[in-house]
């Protein structure tokens, strides 16, 4: 018997500190760690100790014994990794941390509180003595667990239980609905603690820089997934959904996400997910019964991940086809000859191919089709289609592939149109920013002025905003390690200056800036008012998004006979 690693991995890799035989890979400090889809484990070397199971956070680990016909291919995925990365005997040890050094006193602050800023904040509390305060311009924590993750993925959103048992802690403090660059300078927040670390995600998008981009009908992914998701800068967007196609341009997890929600079931959206409600209405009047994924480059260079396309084949509410023209040409021959192809991108061509041999009904479709760019979105008042230019993929010498424009292309009727194709940063007040690459400039999590790049004390950064938008929720663990590694460093060097102002001093700043600030257990409060209000209804939660809900369900948590009033 051995375990298997399944579809909801976060690559938070909890379950490699316990592995007592040390089977699960790629880990941390691995270079494949940062790249990679999912975690493996090997059914060779697993002892079937179960001590991962218990450890991982989203219930991504099952017996093989107990795998479903859905789970059964991640039975092979996970040895397949193996096939091509042998466990060596003298795999890295981790890195070294600075436990021997007192760091009593230090104190740091972080903005965000999203996973990035959650794993920093563990990594320094589990030093005795060291004391962060976590600042969110938002009145709810955890950032894209809550309002990015998809809301039929429950059981990633899970993670949040980790995030949770951190904010438990003593030497932790939460404060919420307080921006700092608004409510508080950056160089405020540099007087009152020996460090800062940036943790604001990228929430941001990139355009396609086409004609008609501006188009009523055309929006970025962002602000659909933002709109769903409840997120309260999106949730007053409004989206025609009364024509029968929309178009994705991009393919990544997110582009499946977005076509995944607007296709499936509304009974199951209801019931099954914390979908907004206002979303959910809208969803209910859809016409929408097809939509197109357009990805530049050929299936063996998709960007989403073989879990989430495994997961969207299993879907019982669509089918999936694949444009059937778009992979005539796509030299996958050559990448499937290479000695040197990981195995999931061998998978992600047969899962292509798989799907694209089946026949499959023409209702509520996802289709991908490849081998196409965004030229122009058509239309005069509003989206009518898009003209897609046709891409052809090239070997060069190094075997590298590249999408090149060729001269043909064909017009797409849709009503519809989401752009996908990567998100980027946003600039801080008092805080340097790279403009071009949409992040903080940082040498491994040390923020740099970019004119001189000269580093700047006591200021770091971790996640997206550090390292552009990549990797999974648990990617973050590792790269939040890194930062927080060098900033215990540079503690226990002296590099870092001690505080003018105590937390006594800021607390009375933010009682006059902010006297409306949330803390953690306030949010703990709003938090059971929407699972109460989920149960109630059916769902696992319903989400409080304005500012009145979730000021009224915190007054109604503390009168036992009061009843949510929703407006």
């Known amino acids: 018997m051995t375990f298997v690693i399944l579809q909801s991995c976060c690559n938070e890799a909890s379950c490699v500190d316990v592995c007592p035989v040390d089977c699960i890979h790629p880990k941390p400090g691995e270079p494949a760690f ?7 484990i090997d059914p060779t070397t697993c ?15 099952k017996p093989d014994y107990e795998l479903d016909a859905n789970d059964e291919p991640y039975l092979a995925i996970n040895a397949a990794y193996f096939d091509r990365h042998p466990i060596a005997e003298d795999d890295p040890v981790t890195r070294a941390t600075h436990k021997k050094f007192d760091h009593a006193g230090l104190r740091v602050a972080i903005v965000g509180t999203g996973p990035s800023a959650f794993y920093a904040a563990r990594e320094l509390t589990d030093h005795k003595g060291v004391e962060v305060t976590m ?40 404060k919420l609905g307080v921006e700092v660059g608004e409510t508080i300078s950056h160089n405020e927040i540099l007087a009152h603690y020996h460090a800062v670390i940036y943790a604001v995600g990228a929430s ?37 959904l009364s024509s029968e196609r929309a178009v994705v341009v991009g393919n990544g997890n997110v582009a499946l996400d977005v076509a995944r929600i607007l296709l499936s079931d509304k009974g199951q959206l209801e019931t099954r997910t914390d979908i907004a409600e206002h979303a959910l209405a809208t969803l209910r009047q859809s016409n929408i019964r097809e939509v197109v994924i357009v990805g530049r480059r050929g299936r063996a260079q998709a960007a989403y991940t073989n879990p989430e396309l495994l997961a969207l084949i299993q879907h019982p509410d669509i089918n999936v086809r694949v444009d059937a023209d778009s992979i005539v040409d796509d030299h996958v021959d050559a990448v499937l000859q290479s000695t040197a192809t990981e195995p999931h991108i061998r998978l992600k061509v047969q899962l292509a191919q798989d799907i694209s041999d089946r026949p499959g009904s023409e ?27 046709h891409t052809k993929i090239s070997v ?29 940063g946003r600039p801080l007040k008092g805080v340097p920013f790279d403009e071009s690459r949409g992040v903080i400039p940082n040498v491994d999590g040390r923020v740099v ?53 105590d937390q006594e001093s800021l607390d009375k700043m933010l009682a006059d800036r902010a006297p409306d600030h949330l803390v953690m257990s306030d949010w703990n409060q709003i938090d059971k008012a929407e699972r109460s209000a989920g149960r ?21 948590s503390a009168t036992p006979q009061s009843s949510l009033v929703r407006d």
Not at 363 to 378: C, W
Not at 536 to 556: H, M, N, S, T
């Open 449 to 501: 002025d970019s004119d001189p790049a000269e580093v700047l004390t006591g200021v770091y950064t971790v996640g997206w905003i550090k390292r552009g938008a990549n990797g999974v929720i648990g990617t973050n663990r590792k790269c939040a390690g890194d930062t927080v590694e060098l900033l215990l460093a540079d503690h226990a060097e002296g590099r870092l200056a001690a505080p003018a102002r």
């Open 204 to 240: 941001g998008d990139r355009r396609m820089q086409v004609p008609g981009e501006d188009l009523p009908g055309s929006y970025s992914a962002t602000e659909f997934v933002g709109w769903y998701n409840g997120q309260p800068d999106y949730a007053d967007r409004e989206f025609d």
């Open 34 to 40: 940062m790249r990679a889809e999912m975690l493996h």
């Open 396 to 424: 060069g010498p190094d075997g590298a592939t590249h999408a090149e424009l060729t001269t043909e292309s064909d017009d797409l009727a849709a009503g519809l149109v989401l752009r996908s194709i990567g998100f980027k």
């Open 536 to 556: 109630a209804a059916g769902r696992p939660r319903v989400k409080f998004i304005r500012e009145f809900d979730i000021r009224q369900a915190l007054r109604a």
């Open 47 to 61: 002892i079937d100790c179960g001590a991962c199971v218990d450890a991982c956070p989203v219930e991504a680990i």
């Open 135 to 174: 600042f969110d311009r938002l009145l709810t924590p955890y950032g894209l667990v809550r309002a990015g993750v998809a809301p039929d993925h429950q059981t990633t959103k899970s993670v949040t239980d980790v995030f949770k048992s951190t904010a438990g802690r003593k030497a932790l403090q939460v």
């Open 363 to 389: 209702e509520t479709s996802i289709v991908l089709r490849y081998l196409s760019a965004p030229a122009a979105i058509l239309g005069t008042e509003k989206v009518e289609g898009i003209r897609l230019s």
